[in-house]
């Protein structure tokens, strides 16, 4: 007898469709897996067989080949479990053949035959959108918010037969209350009013939420990089309905939000640590294909402390990605494009004992020079603002007044991205040069000031289009008028300290 069920499995994160085929005919007992499965796949078999008999379901004494279709494409993980049991019930005339047509299986059987969530349900289902998919009961919530087709779920193995055969009913994602805001807390509990003094970094993280500007902080220990860096996901607007999809198809991929948690609302934040691999920040590895830390980030923040910490190939592998806001992996056997549109904000000492000022310092040339080897030119060159932060002083630290609020920020954040929005549909650090020709038009005093400092070697022609892209959000941020002036082109330049100068001091006026 032969059977094919409908069911997926995870590449990157993306699903990929796969047709179980079940062959039961006249031969010694046995069974075989085909279609390039991995470890997993082919211990599918044992976990299968007494799936079966625990539930008092017959384990056919024939010999069984399982094809999993198209055969050119790796099969991984245990999300073909369900599919190959029911595949076998069919090819017995267990279940009807004619009662799978509508139907898609994904889910991992224990040895007592229940249903067992898997990694990846948001991407698996969305690649079953043309049948009903069944899951588990964990991945439900998972798996149904992020389309709008009906998903099923069941408790174990009996049930989904006795659902198939009509005699039970099934649990839908339409009888599913589910809290989609339940994961949006992350670091939302840490108020920007926390940070005594720092106007010139409170003012940076604004313009960084409110354009979507890449921000590198160069300041001693102590002086509060990280935790200005932590709030700054605070400030960032609530994910549209298509961002909320591509973030929970990534962070399903690998597992991390809790099954129920539903659609991810806010902004993710990533902190990897500087030891951190170049597989593990750009993803890839293994056949899965796992998405890194740029990927998880996606839509959100990425915040690398300790920037001079990293390798020098980990740092240089973000530029594509900033700039294209994808990754391409290829290997030899496949090759997956994976989401990463992030922003990121970093944290470097000036220089190898943190103190970077003149006086204080107790590095010599030779080692200022190798700190400073560490970041590339073309990397630095990516960051729309770059500030010096200094350590607060006494009275700042002991002054009973709080700053403004992460929710007071975030209203004037939410007013400039509406701004930004309604003339491109994209955050201003997004603009083409076309684009941002027609809605940034310069005045003539800050057209020649920007002359003067690319004649002087200060600018880059990339650096010259970020300078004016943050000049916009500046705009932006102050009423939005119609001209970028020399005012918000001043303040953009002075957010873009040398890295070399360590500290110094600047005078910016608000």
């Not at 198209?70 to 991984?76: E, F, H, I, M, W």
């Amino acid at each position: 007898m032969f059977a094919s069920v409908r069911s997926a499995t995870l590449l990157g994160v993306r699903g990929s469709r796969v047709d179980v085929e079940v062959h039961a005919g006249i031969g010694l007992p046995g069974f075989t897996v085909v279609g390039q499965p991995d470890e997993v796949c082919r211990e599918s078999r044992d976990r299968v067989r007494a799936a079966l008999l625990s539930c008092g379901l017959p384990w056919p004494t024939r010999r069984v080949t399982v094809n999993l279709a198209p055969t050119g494409d790796r099969k991984s993980g245990a999300c073909l479990d369900l599919a190959i049991a029911i595949g076998l019930l069919a090819a017995q005339e267990v279940v009807a053949i004619d009662a799978l047509a509508n139907f898609a299986f994904v889910a991992e059987l224990g040895l007592d035959g229940s249903l067992r969530p898997v990694r990846g349900a948001t991407p698996l289902v969305l690649a079953l959108t043309d049948r009903t998919a069944v899951v588990a009961p964990e991945n439900l919530a998972e798996a149904s918010a992020a389309t709008t087709a009906q998903v099923y779920s069941a408790k174990n193995l009996l049930d989904v037969v006795e659902c198939l055969s009509g005699t039970a009913d099934w649990q839908c994602s339409k009888n599913l209350v589910c809290d989609f805001g339940a994961n949006a807390i992350a670091l939302n509990s840490r108020d920007l009013a926390d940070v005594q003094g720092q106007p010139v970094a409170r003012r940076a993280l604004e313009i960084a939420a409110a354009g979507a500007h890449h921000l590198l902080l160069v300041g001693p220990p102590g002086a509060g990089k990280t935790m200005l860096a932590e709030r700054l996901v605070g400030l960032l607007p609530p994910l549209t309905d298509d961002e909320a999809i591509s973030t929970t198809m990534v962070h399903s991929s690998v597992q991390l939000e809790s099954p129920n948690a539903g659609l991810i609302r806010r902004a993710p934040y990533r902190a990897p640590h500087h030891s951190s691999s170049m597989v593990s920040m750009v993803g890839g590895g293994t056949a899965l294909m796992r998405p890194g830390e740029i990927s998880l980030a996606s839509n959100g923040v990425l915040f690398l402390d300790e920037l001079g910490e990293f390798a020098p190939s980990v740092l240089d592998a973000l530029r594509q990605p900033l700039e294209q806001g994808i990754v391409r992996l290829a290997r030899a056997r496949t090759s997956v494009v994976m989401p990463a549109k992030f922003l990121l904000v970093a944290a470097t000492n000036p220089c190898p004992c943190g103190e970077g000022t003149p006086g204080v310092c107790t590095c010599d040339d030779a080692a200022r020079a190798r700190y400073l080897r560490r970041f590339s030119g073309p990397l630095l060159d990516r960051f729309d603002l770059r500030v010096a932060v200094s350590r607060p002083n006494t009275n700042e630290l002991l002054s009973p007044e709080r700053g403004e609020s992460t929710s007071e920020v975030a209203k004037r954040v939410a007013i400039a991205r509406q701004i930004a929005f309604a003339r491109f549909k994209c955050a201003n650090s997004a603009l083409t040069r076309e684009q941002l020709d027609a809605v940034a038009p310069l005045s003539k005093k800050a057209e020649q000031r920007l002359r003067r400092e690319l004649e002087a070697g200060h600018l880059t022609g990339r650096g010259y289009h970020r300078v004016r892209r943050v000049a916009r959000t500046i705009a932006d941020l102050n009423g939005a008028p119609e001209v970028v002036d020399e005012a918000h082109l001043n303040l953009a330049l002075m957010m873009r300290v040398d890295l070399a100068s360590g500290l110094r001091s600047r005078e910016l006026v608000f």
